[in-house]
């Protein structure tokens, strides 16, 4: 698979029109106040670290909880509801509010592959590999996996293709980190 299917959308952060975008949604500021700092919990584990030495002391086990958990976010809702949208809007909104740069990424449906064995886990871990590098170690990404359902479905549905079930454990963080090792 060429190195532009992966993703079908590649956009650095923050980005003006994604702003744009948000300031023409009805209630995204309300919206985004309330998820925001989820997201910012989810993302920022050093702000959080700095944030508790300062106002509690060296020894919080919390933080060290909050950097075991995986940064994900799950909108939900019915079709045409502007899930996409607001992720994508959210994501530039948490880069301005953590004063950082990024990238946002959208997983191309494409990393399905065309049913060989092992074509999705390996296209996926691909997908992956490049959110990392492009990460660095100083880089905000977020990630968006559109229509979510047609990679990670139910694990033990009865007629799940094989390559189907072994590309869910690719998207699951746990399936990742035993790849990698």
Known sequence: MAEETKFELKRELPNSDLASLASRFIGFDRRFARIGQQMRLLTDVAGVERWAERHHGADQKLTAILGDRYPLAIFHGDVGTGKTATAEAAANALCETMDTDGF???????????????????????AFAEASVLAGKKRFIAMIIDEGDSLAFNRGAERAHHEDRVGVNSLHPEGRRRKAT
């Open 104 to 126: 946002l990424l959208k997983l191309s449906t494409r990393v399905r592959g065309v049913g060989h064995v092992g074509e999705m886990s390996s296209l996926i871990g691909d």
